[in-house]
């Protein structure tokens, strides 16, 4: 018995690559590889390939790295590992680059420069902190009232499996950002002075120019600075254009 | 597996619905039954890949016993069908130097700071395994079953009645051996998963000289004493009397592994012996065979055998004695899911052992498949001896 030399499936080849992956035995691993054996199933077996790439990556071949993660398409199944392995080795090279290790803001531009290729990527936008189903939840609280009370936070918090101090930041840097996109999108109009601006349901203002700078002008001919106003709400209530 | 996150999750997911993935774990259930050789045909000496067609052909149709298992309809991905299953030879070792190692997968997950995770439950030696192999017992280390059911006999093509008398005076073994000294009698409505599960109602007192045949248990089980599981007081008193059981079980165990003949006294250890002998030969060293790859795991520091079945414990544990498994597994190594299911063994044994170590599930049937793909846990098929030859080399030139 001892004389026959076992044969392997499939299945166990897969077995075993994949405990030598995860032990992280890259000599073992591309020792293994070398034994098979060539043959068309195993060289179009997607295990096999995954399991090429991390022998590669281990050795430092990015080259043949990145040659096999674009070479086909990979099934879902297999994104996770083979997307982590891109860019581990786009980040190590960035790495030899800059000659020190990089921060997120460094792992960020390396994403931005070497995005995924859609042979390991579906094309969904980046992966957030946050369950889709939380942001759905916040989303929509959001644009019913962006001010939460304390108790409702914690309602929130425990829809959407967070914790207070997260739905708090979440509130806080969603109203943030849309100032910044209001303002970005509201100073443009406040620039002519002769523009109107609805203050309320029923008093608009004039935007005047005074002493060099832009103020509005009441009906009751007062005059207030555009600062205090908050200018989503400015924005969200609007304007017409008198001259 | 050493990274939780992602790094470990796609292995079980690969396995489901992925096209142009090749899962061909239940072909044999498609060969027809033929005429059998035992399956040492000659295997070519070259390393070439052949198609298995032929080599399958000689096995007969696969075991009724495991029909069940490999039922398509319900799980097309698991159970792809082509026409033939491919096997391969390892070829000669490569004289090329292989690439040196550069670099390693960072775990940047905060869970594993340095090498001793503190949220792992931990006992003493379990902190230093870094390898489980998880085993089915029944067809997959031990042939037993497919003896009564002739399932064996007609796919190796051995006399039907013969095997099946073989299974049937094992199976008088197990039972004697189970009522006889491990308390079956009194276990078998509350048999339990684990043998240490029912250790905190133990007090530890000496056991010397106690008498359990006139110890109450039984009355009260008669009584009907209903047994639900470790920590529910059906009785304080009974519970102890359950965990002195248990802790007897353990001494026989560790006492009488290497040596059953003693425990079983003659002329029941002669008749186990020869017993034992004509089951070797019928089922050509399946066993040994098995123990080869058992042996090489326990030896080997920081790798363990942990053993998940489906028979109850007390009969599973008498099985371990009856076919000498006791030098590779402890007892305390042994679990019974009968009452919660393999997916559930497994969630304990990797809650024992941590995520930081690697598992590989060695088995034959699809429980167990399953219950390793929902956990991540690499699997080994075992239907033939060639699968457990081929898990042995793997071991021995340290691929696994």
Not at chain 1, 165 to 179: A, D, I, L, P, Y
Not at chain 1, 217 to 226: I, P, Q, V, Y
Not at chain 2, 279 to 290: F, V, Y
Request: contains cysteine; aromatic residues 10%.
């Amino acid at each position: 018995m001892s004389e026959t030399r076992p044969r392997y499936s499939i299945e166990q080849i897969i077995c075993l690559l994949e405990v030598l992956e995860t032990s992280q035995n890259g000599e073992k691993l591309q020792e293994f590889l070398m034994r098979l054996p060539k043959s068309e199933e195993l060289e179009n077996n997607e295990a096999i390939l995954k399991a090429k790439a991390t022998a590669a990556f281990f050795r430092g071949d990015f080259r043949e790295l990145y040659k096999i993660l674009e070479s086909r398409q990979y099934s879902p199944a297999f994104h996770d590992r083979l997307q982590q392995l891109w860019l581990k080795a786009h980040y190590i090279e960035a790495e030899k680059v800059r000659g020190r290790p990089l921060g997120a803001v460094g792992k960020y531009r390396v994403r931005r420069k070497f995005p995924l290729p859609r042979t390991i990527w579906d094309g969904e936008e980046t992966s957030y902190c946050f369950k889709e189903k939380s942001r759905a939840v916040l989303r929509d609280w959001y644009l019913k009232s962006p001010y939460p009370s304390p108790r409702e936070k914690r309602e929130l918090a425990e829809m959407t499996d967070l914790t207070v101090t997260q739905v708090s930041n979440w509130f806080k840097n969603r109203r943030q950002r849309e100032r910044a996109a209001e303002a970005k999108g509201t100073t443009l109009r406040f620039m002519f002075s002769g523009i109107e601006l609805l203050l309320n349901e029923d008093e608009w203002a004039t935007v005047v120019n005074t002493r060099g700078t832009l103020e509005l002008a009441t009906e009751g001919n007062r005059t207030r600075s555009l600062q205090d106003y908050s200018k989503p709400k400015l924005a969200a209530l609007g304007y017409r254009a008198r001259y | 597996m050493a990274y939780p996150g992602i790094w470990a999750n796609s292995y079980g997911q690969m396995y489901q619905g992925a096209p142009g993935n090749n899962n061909n774990y239940a072909q044999s259930s498609q060969y027809p039954p033929s005429a059998q050789t035992s399956q040492q045909a000659p295997i070519p000496a070259n390393g070439q890949a052949e198609y298995g067609a032929q080599y399958y052909a000689t096995q007969g149709h696969y075991p009724n016993y495991h029909n069940n298992y490999y039922v398509s309809s319900t799980q097309p991905a698991l159970t792809a069908t082509s026409g033939s299953q491919v096997t391969y030879q390892l070829q000669e070792p490569p004289n090329e130097a292989i690439g040196e190692i550069k670099y390693t997968i960072d775990d940047t997950d905060r869970r594993r700071a340095g090498k001793k995770s503190k949220k792992r439950d931990t006992e003493n030696g379990d902190s230093e395994i870094e390898r489980v192999f998880i085993w089915d017992l029944d067809e997959t280390i031990i042939i037993f079953h497919s003896l009564l059911t002739s399932s064996y006999a007609q796919r190796y093509g051995k006399d039907t009645n013969a095997t099946l008398q073989l299974g049937l005076r094992m199976e008088e073994l197990i039972f004697n051996l189970a009522d006889n000294h491990l308390f079956f009698n009194d276990l078998e409505e509350c048999d339990q998963v684990h043998c240490d599960d029912v250790a905190a109602d133990d007090n530890g007192q000496d056991l010397a000289n106690y008498n359990f045949q006139t110890d109450g248990f039984r009355t009260a089980n008669a009584a009907g004493a209903i047994c639900l599981g470790p920590g529910v007081r059906g009785g304080v008193d009974w519970m102890r009397k359950l965990a002195f059981r248990y802790r007897r079980i353990k001494e026989l165990y560790d006492t009488f592994k290497d040596n059953i003949p003693e425990l079983l006294s003659s002329p029941v250890g002669e008749a186990w012996r020869q017993l034992r002998t004509e089951i070797d030969q019928n089922t050509d060293n399946w066993c040994a065979l098995a123990l080869k790859a058992l042996g090489l795991i326990h030896n080997r520091p920081g790798c363990v055998n942990i053993m998940v079945t489906t028979t109850q414990l007390v009969p599973a544990i008498a099985k371990c004695m009856l076919y000498e498994l006791g030098p590779v597994f402890n007892i305390d190594n042994v679990y019974s899911a009968t009452k919660i299911g393999k997916e559930s063994c497994f969630e304990r044994i990797i809650q024992r052992f941590g995520k930081n170590v690697t598992y590989v599930c060695v088995g034959d049937g699809r429980e167990e498949e399953i219950a390793a793909k929902t956990h991540n846990v690499p699997f080994w098929p075992i239907s033939t001896h060639n699968d457990l030859m081929a898990l042995h080399q793997a071991l021995e030139l340290e691929y696994l």
